[in-house]
Nanobody
Framework: QVQLVESGGGLVQAGGSLRLSCAAS????????MGWYRQAPGKQRELVAT???????NYADSVKGRFTISRDNAKNTVYLQMNSLKPEDTAVYYC??????????????WGQGTLVTVSS
């Protein structure tokens, strides 16, 4: 079974750091884009950052300069290093993998979500 497994969320004080990880498991031939999205209480899910297989990155304006997305293609794993965290970064963070090539074709995958809470 192909799936994404996230880890690394938790509670941190404002100004602190956290690192999220997301690993894709199963028989996967390639993954085009991997990324992180977040959903705060009462708000819609929003893009945080994405990274292509060629390591081209894209960030939401709200996290530029504070968050860094990276990827290990050999391990089908994506990371999100979050520094200088603010209370407004509090949300459930979801990992996404787009155009995942498996034996039966292409899939889009979502992780189960990991909660990040930033206290003031």
């Amino acid at each position: 079974q192909v799936q994404l497994v996230e880890s690394g969320g938790g509670l941190v004080q404002a100004g602190g750091s956290l690192r999220l990880s997301c690993a894709a498991s199963g028989i996967i031939f390639s993954i085009n884009t991997m990324g992180w999205y977040r959903q705060a209480p009462g708000k819609q899910r929003e893009l945080v950052a994405t990274i292509t297989s060629g390591l081209t990155t894209n960030y939401a304006d709200s996290v530029k300069g504070r968050f860094t997305i990276s990827r290990d293609n050999a391990k089908n794993t994506v990371y999100l290093q979050m520094n200088s965290l603010k209370p407004e970064d509090t949300a459930v963070y979801y990992c996404n993998a787009n155009r995942v090539l498996v034996a039966t074709g292409y899939l889009e995958l979502w992780g189960q979500g990991t909660l990040v809470t930033v206290s003031s």
